[in-house]
């Protein structure tokens, strides 16, 4: 018999070569994460300058309105429609993705996300003539979905189209609890779905066609 | 057409083999991590399998091999059937092997009818005995031990073509270790030309090579390849001459002499080259016999695995080559369960697509996205080259540029290949069908 040693060695080999395997993925996937979180935090920021221009509005109640309107619509539209480049990069680098854990970027994602959409509707109420048309799309993000991607596309092909369309995009299968209450406030129960105008419900997948005939869109 | 309770006995196990491999696996595949880390458990295996390989090959020193004083004398035995297209270049390299002992050249015709036994009586220093009924190749080989008188028994298949030093080689291997019982040599493919030819050589190049080599230093062979192999000839009556009932009996001998303690050498200082399939049909026909086979005779000899009288063949080579097969087939199921479900998952996207009247849109920038278990396939590939790099230098193989596209297919497709093989062959040993030569 060939002495212990020969499978303790290969034993401790395998076990360093899978160690430097295992830091180097989980360097790799870090770095994946970390470019993601970087657009994340990006809007983030973006969210946190909307927010000062609303608490702006009311400490300076009814002055200069009209660029505060414009600052708001540019800052929100700017955040709307980076939105769904970074779903779909959510959506790639966790399939591949093995040590790094997404859960805590796609919840800080997704309530900046809502806390987005909160701002929309406030612009709405503060800015007279602020005529722009919101819509929640609800997707899955545990599993795959595709009605959602595809939903997802026809509505970013649309938000290129509409100038006055805006898309946030809210996780439904996600425990966040705003998301949730906005899913029973309007009755959400499936995937995809859309909530137009804060007010019109269309559960399953909508056609372009379909979702041009609920919304009415200002050519670019 | 009526079933029989036999043949429907045997479509109910092979259903129930396959349901329940696929309920195991679809438990897994539902979850797309438990399939990465079940993967890097493999991985982990075959590197532990690689090192273990390596630290043998530079850790264990072999004694000299030292020429005989006295010969032994040695009966070259040929099983042959309907093999007149390789006999005569196969006879004619045998009868060229230089031996300074005795020699005698055994034909056993198994019932030929396409003129093969009129091609060996040309060679009149063979002897040809011709069967009255056809039983087979370990049939052919057992009546061949049974009228032979030499010590040593070179078995040798009919399309097999053996160099001229090959006897002068591997015979002093019987005296380097104490209990040899038989040596085996490194088989090569002979003269290969297409693409499915040149896969078998570049595997046979890592496999009889390096692998080989290695686990013989240690005494973890388990097969003594049926183109070339030499016995002992009373180790082989001891233990009984070859399973006749069996589909490699070549295997199922070698597990015998490891069973009754015997040593299986391995010398790479010369190779044998021999007849390969040259189609797929016939490439799968070989494998399902190897595999079905190597399935067979790994459930007979369980009670070798794990089991420490066995030294490091029950402790290491049996339970590894046990794992190895089980691997490939899980390999092989997760593989065509990822292509399966990623051409579901384009169906249902292009479906949803259609659905709402659109061509589909396709997004360029998740294509160049590398999946973190790409990291330990490149790591499993480089490691694999490194042993075909090995091996092709034990020979002084020159590689050309007719071998860069069965390189490539040898990583990527080839072990597919191989896994469909080994899974039909699981589902054929356990319907029980029959071999059909």
């Given at each position: 018999?060939?002495?212990?040693k020969?499978?303790?060695?290969?034993?401790?080999v395998?076990?360093v070569v899978?160690?430097?395997?295992?830091?180097?993925?989980r360097?790799?996937d870090?770095?994946?994460?970390?470019?993601?979180?970087?657009?994340v935090d990006?809007?983030?920021?973006?969210?946190?300058?909307?927010?000062l221009?609303?608490?702006?509005?009311?400490?300076?109640?009814?002055?200069?309105?009209?660029?505060?309107c414009k600052?708001?619509?540019?800052?929100?539209?700017r955040?709307?429609?980076r939105?769904y480049y970074?779903?779909?990069t959510?959506?790639?680098?966790?399939?591949?993705?093995?040590?790094?854990?997404y859960?805590?970027?796609?919840?800080?994602?997704?309530?900046?996300?809502f806390e987005?959409?909160?701002y929309?509707?406030?612009?709405?109420?503060?800015?007279?003539?602020?005529?722009?048309?919101?819509?929640?799309?609800?997707?899955?993000?545990?599993?795959?979905?595709a009605?959602?991607?595809?939903?997802?596309?026809v509505?970013d092909?649309?938000?290129?189209?509409c100038?006055?369309?805006?898309?946030?995009?809210l996780?439904?299968?996600?425990?966040?609890?705003?998301?949730s209450?906005?899913k029973?406030?309007?009755?959400?129960?499936?995937?995809?779905?859309?909530?137009?105008?804060?007010?019109?419900?269309l559960?399953g997948?909508?056609?372009?066609?379909?979702?041009?005939?609920?919304?009415?869109?200002?050519?670019? | 057409?009526?079933?029989s309770?036999?043949?429907l006995?045997g479509?109910?196990k092979?259903?129930?083999v396959?349901?329940a491999?696929?309920?195991?696996?679809?438990?897994?595949?539902?979850?797309?991590?438990?399939?990465f880390w079940?993967l890097?458990?493999?991985?982990?295996?075959s590197?532990f399998s690689?090192?273990f390989?390596?630290l043998?090959?530079?850790?264990?020193?072999?004694p000299?091999?030292?020429?005989?004083?006295?010969?032994?004398?040695?009966?070259?035995?040929?099983p042959s059937?309907?093999?007149?297209?390789?006999?005569?270049?196969?006879?004619?390299?045998?009868?060229?092997?230089?031996?300074?002992?005795?020699?005698?050249y055994?034909?056993?015709?198994d019932?030929?009818?396409?003129?093969?036994?009129?091609?060996?009586?040309?060679?009149?220093?063979?002897?040809?005995m011709m069967?009255?009924?056809?039983?087979?190749?370990?049939?052919?080989l057992?009546?061949?031990?049974?009228?032979?008188?030499?010590e040593?028994l070179a078995?040798i298949?009919?399309d097999?073509?053996?160099?001229?030093?090959?006897?002068?080689k591997?015979?002093?291997?019987?005296?380097?270790?104490?209990?040899?019982?038989?040596?085996?040599v490194?088989?090569?493919?002979?003269h290969?030309?297409?693409l499915?030819?040149?896969?078998?050589?570049?595997?046979?190049?890592?496999?009889?090579g390096?692998v080989?080599?290695?686990?013989?230093k240690?005494?973890?062979?388990?097969?003594?390849?049926g183109?070339?192999?030499?016995?002992?000839?009373?180790?082989i009556?001891?233990?009984?001459?070859?399973?006749?009932?069996?589909?490699?009996e070549?295997?199922?001998?070698?597990?015998?002499?490891?069973?009754?303690?015997y040593?299986i050498?391995?010398?790479?200082?010369?190779f044998?080259?021999?007849e390969?399939?040259s189609?797929?049909?016939?490439?799968?026909?070989?494998?399902?016999?190897?595999?079905r086979?190597?399935?067979?005779?790994?459930?007979?000899?369980?009670?070798?695995?794990?089991?420490?009288?066995?030294?490091?063949?029950?402790?290491?080579?049996?339970?590894?080559t046990?794992?190895y097969?089980?691997?490939t087939?899980?390999?092989w199921?997760i593989?065509?369960?990822?292509?399966?479900?990623?051409a579901?998952?384009?169906?249902?996207?292009?479906?949803?697509?259609?659905?709402?009247?659109?061509?589909?849109?396709?997004?360029?920038?998740?294509i160049?996205a590398?999946?973190?278990?790409?990291?330990?396939?490149?790591?499993t590939?480089a490691?694999?080259?490194?042993?075909?790099?090995?091996?092709?230098?034990?020979?002084?193989?020159?590689?050309?540029r007719?071998?860069?596209?069965?390189?490539?297919?040898?990583?990527?497709?080839?072990?597919?290949?191989?896994?469909?093989?080994?899974?039909?062959?699981l589902?054929?040993?356990?319907?029980?069908?029959?071999?059909?030569?």
């Amino acid at each position: 018999m060939v002495e212990k040693k020969l499978y303790l060695g290969a034993i401790a080999v395998t076990l360093v070569v899978f160690g430097i395997a295992m830091v180097f993925v989980r360097v790799y996937d870090d770095s994946k994460l970390g470019g993601l979180q970087q657009g994340v935090d990006s809007t983030a920021a973006d969210t946190d300058e909307t927010r000062l221009l609303l608490i702006y509005s009311q400490v300076f109640a009814q002055k200069n309105t009209t660029s505060l309107c414009k600052f708001l619509d540019y800052n929100i539209n700017r955040q709307s429609s980076r939105g769904y480049y970074l779903v779909r990069t959510l959506r790639e680098q966790e399939k591949n993705n093995l040590l790094a854990n997404y859960d805590e970027t796609k919840k800080k994602y997704y309530l900046n996300n809502f806390e987005i959409w909160l701002y929309l509707t406030q612009a709405a109420q503060t800015c007279p003539g602020y005529d722009i048309t919101p819509a929640l799309f609800f997707t899955q993000t545990q599993t795959l979905c595709a009605d959602c991607i595809v939903q997802g596309d026809v509505l970013d092909q649309l938000r290129g189209e509409c100038k006055n369309l805006r898309v946030i995009t809210l996780a439904d299968d996600l425990d966040i609890a705003p998301i949730s209450l906005v899913k029973e406030t309007f009755g959400v129960s499936d995937s995809p779905s859309l909530v137009i105008n804060n007010q019109q419900v269309l559960a399953g997948l909508q056609s372009r066609e379909s979702i041009l005939s609920k919304i009415r869109c200002e050519r670019q | 057409m009526e079933l029989s309770m036999q043949r429907l006995s045997g479509l109910l196990k092979a259903g129930l083999v396959l349901a329940a491999f696929f309920a195991v696996l679809y438990a897994f595949f539902s979850d797309a991590k438990l399939v990465f880390w079940l993967l890097i458990v493999l991985a982990a295996f075959s590197f532990f399998s690689f090192s273990f390989y390596l630290l043998v090959a530079v850790m264990v020193k072999e004694p000299p091999i030292v020429r005989p004083k006295k010969w032994p004398s040695i009966s070259v035995i040929i099983p042959s059937f309907n093999s007149a297209k390789t006999l005569s270049m196969c006879l004619k390299h045998v009868t060229a092997m230089k031996y300074p002992g005795r020699v005698e050249y055994l034909l056993v015709d198994d019932c030929s009818t396409d003129g093969s036994r009129e091609i060996a009586t040309r060679f009149g220093n063979v002897r040809v005995m011709m069967r009255n009924k056809r039983g087979g190749k370990a049939s052919a080989l057992n009546y061949g031990i049974s009228l032979a008188k030499g010590e040593l028994l070179a078995c040798i298949d009919s399309d097999t073509y053996p160099p001229t030093d090959c006897l002068e080689k591997l015979v002093p291997y019987f005296n380097s270790k104490p209990n040899v019982g038989a040596v085996t040599v490194f088989i090569t493919a002979a003269h290969p030309r297409n693409l499915i030819e040149k896969l078998q050589e570049l595997e046979y190049y890592t496999a009889f090579g390096f692998v080989a080599k290695t686990m013989a230093k240690i005494n973890c062979l388990m097969v003594t390849p049926g183109p070339f192999s030499i016995y002992r000839r009373d180790v082989i009556l001891k233990v009984g001459g070859f399973d006749e009932k069996n589909m490699t009996e070549d295997m199922e001998i070698g597990l015998r002499l490891q069973e009754h303690g015997y040593r299986i050498e391995c010398s790479c200082e010369t190779f044998v080259p021999t007849e390969i399939p040259s189609t797929i049909h016939r490439l799968y026909k070989q494998r399902l016999r190897w595999y079905r086979g190597a399935i067979f005779n790994l459930g007979k000899y369980l009670h070798m695995f794990l089991n420490s009288k066995y030294s490091d063949f029950g402790i290491y080579s049996f339970p590894a080559t046990t794992v190895y097969v089980f691997m490939t087939m899980v390999i092989w199921a997760i593989t065509i369960f990822s292509y399966l479900n990623l051409a579901l998952q384009n169906l249902s996207i292009f479906w949803a697509w259609a659905r709402v009247g659109q061509l589909p849109v396709f997004h360029t920038d998740g294509i160049l996205a590398l999946s973190s278990i790409t990291v330990f396939f490149v790591a499993t590939v480089a490691i694999w080259w490194y042993f075909f790099y090995r091996s092709i230098r034990l020979i002084g193989v020159r590689l050309n540029r007719s071998h860069i596209l069965p390189a490539l297919m040898i990583i990527l497709v080839y072990p597919v290949l191989n896994s469909f093989f080994y899974f039909v062959a699981l589902v054929m040993e356990a319907k029980g069908s029959v071999f059909n030569w």
